[in-house]
DNA sequence: TAGATTTGTTTCAAACTTGAACCAAGAGTC
DNA sequence: GACTCTTGGTTCAAGTTTGAAACAAATCTA
């Protein structure tokens, strides 16, 4: 199979979007290691966490939502606790896991820097794009992440996409599935 | 000011975007990883190294073009050199700047790798997208790259975007603005 | 032209990421 | 219940990134 190379106009989005790419990347870590004294991800993970029924995630979960691998929210929760930003606590139902919960002064933390940080994100994005271009910003990485994700699931495992994960991060036991 | 936080639809699309983001550069990483043994950023600066005029690009042109600090550069290249794909030579014109050179090796490398990083970036973007979408790709990350752009040079120094940078990595001296 | 400023690049230590290996606990099988 | 397989999480060493500091060569200025 010879190559199908990329045509200019994909070349061109292509190089655009890794240009924007680095630069935002660059830009939020900037103002979030001034603001907040942390990297993007770190905020992401805090953010993830106060979003969740009782600010709590196990730590599978909250790396599958961050979409980053299992050690590095491991290395990412072990600094945050040190801060006093987030709390390990052990799961009841399934002694393996463990539950990462924001304290309150992770929460504070939190709502310290979100306005610096949306701040950030409207100046170098949104205020530049139009409502229409919103939405296709949406559609367009909704379904390449959609494509990504269904890829992973360990080589085609009849996956059944509802009813995995038996979460344990609420403080009700899983549905007792027996 | 009181902080206008997004609304649903932006932190739809922001949210869209990061997962992406993170699950894109994954991808790229471990197909670059696996076929050519260097991360996506490697492989972008032989790349952006073989378009260049003579395959030649003094370090800070390079790093501006691949959008990443001189000092990440400097780190890269330095693998890419002791891997022989990659050679450092001085610039007659300015001797204070080094020019990047990519090698024939590295040439080879990025020739061998170059399909498989296409098929990747098809696989996981284009084939996802409408023309439409590939068109509004581009304009979206072009104009929020454009706008990180020329906020970095050094606050509101009348920066003129036409003649700037004296440019050595060409084989002909600069202009002579004398 | 000495002195001050800017520009191009590297250095260095601390912080972060990767991926394979490891450990423990839940599930399935006989 | 012993065996095997899977799942949840961490560990560890090697690799990469960051940002401030250090250098050296150009450029500017009086």
């Keep these: 199979m010879t190559t199908r190379w990329l045509s200019p106009e994909e070349q061109r989005a292509w190089r655009a979007y890794m240009a924007a790419t680095h630069l935002l ?14 990297p993007h991800l770190f905020y992401s993970v805090l953010a993830n966490l106060s ?8 730590m599978t979960d909250l790396a599958e939502t961050v979409k980053i691998t299992r050690s590095r929210l491991t290395y990412a ?5 040190r801060d006093g930003l987030v709390r390990r606590e052990d799961c009841r139902w399934d002694k393996r896991s463990s539950i990462a919960v924001l304290t309150d002064e992770g929460m504070a933390v939190l709502e310290r820097a979100a306005p610096g940080h949306v701040e950030t994100v409207r100046g170098t994005l949104f205020d530049r794009l139009t409502p229409a271009q ?7 990485f909704t379904s390449v992440a959609r494509g ?13 996409p509802w ?7 609420s403080s009700q036991p899983p549905p007792a599935s027996s």
């Design 77 to 81: 929760v072990t600094r945050l606790e």
């Design 25 to 38: 990347e660059d830009a939020m870590d900037r103002q979030l290691q001034q603001d907040a004294g942390m």
């Design 51 to 58: 979003e969740a029924p009782e600010r709590r995630l196990r």
């Design 163 to 169: 009813r995995r994960r038996s979460s344990c991060p």
């Design 148 to 160: 990504l994700q269904d890829e992973a699931p360990e080589a085609g495992t009849g996956d059944v």
């Design 134 to 140: 919103v939405g296709q910003l949406e559609e367009i």
